[in-house]
């Protein structure tokens, strides 16, 4: 029977240490990973609101109302994709205005109530002149739930505020 002896149990015991460094770091890392790029998305979503009440604000300074661009294009009787603190502005900016919210479509559960039919985006939506997506970066989730379901323009907020500046 072979012995081993101190120094290949030192060896041994290193090695050992090392490639479980080796797996640890591994996993620590893309768990590192993947909560950073959760981060960078959560911070892409906040600079994009900051950006676009950037614009807003100044606007609303002047007197320039969201409603404008409805009355620009025609847009008589719209729908509002989500009830966040965007749909919230939106609809504080435009309800004294002469648009018509036909109803509101949840994004989430828990959103605030404006007092219009609400409905989920897998119910019958009822025609409008459009629907205004107030859910910053849920454009293209929206239009390809919805895009062979109508047949009338989805508007990301964003869009109409850039237009108006």
Same mark, same amino acid.
């Given at each position: 029977m072979k012995h081993f002896s101190s120094r290949h149990f030192v060896i041994c015991n290193?090695?050992?240490?090392s490639?479980? $460094? !080796?797996?640890?770091?591994?996993f620590f890392y893309e768990l590192v990973k993947k909560h950073l790029i959760g981060r960078r998305s959560e911070v892409n979503s906040y600079k994009s609101y900051y950006e676009m &009440? *950037?614009?807003?604000?100044p606007l609303y300074?002047?007197? !320039? *109302?969201?409603?404008?661009? @409805? %009355? =620009?294009?025609n847009y008589r009787k719209i729908a509002i994709?989500? &009830?966040?603190? &965007?749909?919230?502005? @939106?609809? %504080? #900016?435009?309800k004294e205005s002469e648009l018509e919210i036909a109803y509101v479509i949840k994004a989430h559960e828990g959103e605030r /109530?404006?007092?219009? %039919?609400?409905? =989920?985006i897998e119910d /019958?939506? #009822? $025609?409008v002149d459009a629907i205004v997506v107030c859910e910053i970066g849920a454009y293209d989730y929206v239009s390809n739930l919805l895009r062979d379901r109508? =047949?009338?323009?989805?508007?990301?907020? /964003? =869009? !109409?505020?850039? %237009?108006? @500046?």
């Open positions: 290193v090695g050992m240490f490639l479980g $460094a !080796i797996i640890s770091s591994s &009440m *950037r614009k807003w604000i300074q002047k007197g !320039i *109302r969201i409603a404008k661009y @409805f %009355e =620009d294009n994709y989500g &009830m966040g603190d &965007m749909g919230i502005l @939106f609809y %504080e #900016d435009v /109530d404006i007092g219009k %039919e609400i409905k =989920d /019958d939506l #009822d $025609a109508i =047949d009338y323009p989805l508007i990301p907020l /964003d =869009d !109409i505020i850039y %237009e108006l @500046f």
